[in-house]
């Protein structure tokens, strides 16, 4: 199957900073797609992105399918408490998502 | 609103026995799809339908796991004979293929433990 690569594996920050998270593929996908999961509850989505290059905010939250399209980036601007969880890339192709291993993110109030 | 349902939400099982699973969808979504989580990894695809035909299958499902979809609506996951190697979280999403883009939405998954 396809590899995504996420980094980094984990982030410890204080509360008000900015976060940034990357995705990267070794294969090319058609649709980028960011995930928070948190314990014991299903992945929800927060982003989605279509096209190479685009460049999409969802409230705090922006991310970017890359030009080269195997690769995407998200951030998270002025962090609270609450985003506490883990973020998952995926990516589709056909009709198959795959997965990265996910960030575990902490916010230290 | 009613998202995706999975039910149980946790089984426990002893090795051998068999468990089912059953996930309703998004009503009208026609696509579904089941994934397996284990612990610090992302989801793993494993098998989905449109509507009541399986159309793709991992090499992840083994022949002691079977899907149905029988009326294209509400789903099942069965693992016969469970070996502890089967623990981990199960999980469901749907989607359509009518809205002009195809998002996944998920369940809250089943959590399974084989003893």
């Known amino acids: 199957g396809q590899q995504l690569n996420q980094s980094p594996q984990s982030m410890f920050i204080q509360e008000g900073e900015d976060v940034s998270m990357n995705c990267t593929s070794s294969?090319?996908?058609?649709?980028w797609l960011w995930y928070k999961q948190d314990p014991g509850e299903g992945p929800v989505l927060l982003i989605a992105?279509?096209?190479?290059?685009e460049l999409t905010s969802n409230g705090r939250l922006t991310a970017q399918f890359g030009i080269t399209r195997k690769d995407s980036f998200l951030n998270i601007s002025a962090s609270i408490p609450s985003d506490v969880g883990i973020y998952f890339c995926?990516?589709?192709?056909?009709?198959?998502?795959?997965f990265g291993t996910g960030t575990s993110l902490t916010v230290i109030p | 609103d009613t998202g995706v349902s999975q039910d149980p939400r946790h089984k426990i099982t002893k090795r051998g026995q068999n468990v089912t699973f059953r996930c309703d969808p998004i009503?009208?979504?026609?696509?579904l799809y089941w994934y397996r989580q284990t612990l610090g990894q992302g989801p793993e695809f494993l098998t989905y339908?449109?509507?009541?035909?399986?159309?793709?299958k991992s090499r992840l499902l083994s022949d002691r796991f079977s899907a149905e979809r029988p009326k294209g609506s509400f789903s099942t996951l069965e693992i016969q004979r469970t070996e502890q190697g089967d623990s981990a979280m199960y999980l469901c999403?749907?989607?359509?293929?009518?809205?002009?883009?195809?998002?996944?939405?998920f369940g809250a998954g089943t959590r399974l433990s084989v003893l």
């Open positions: 294969s090319i996908f058609n649709t």
């Open positions: 009503s009208e979504h026609n696509r």
């Open positions: 992105l279509y096209k190479a290059g």
């Open positions: 999403a749907s989607s359509s293929t009518f809205l002009a883009k195809n998002i996944q939405y």
């Open positions: 995926a990516g589709q192709y056909g009709n198959q998502f795959y």
């Open positions: 339908f449109q509507n009541e035909a399986q159309l793709e």
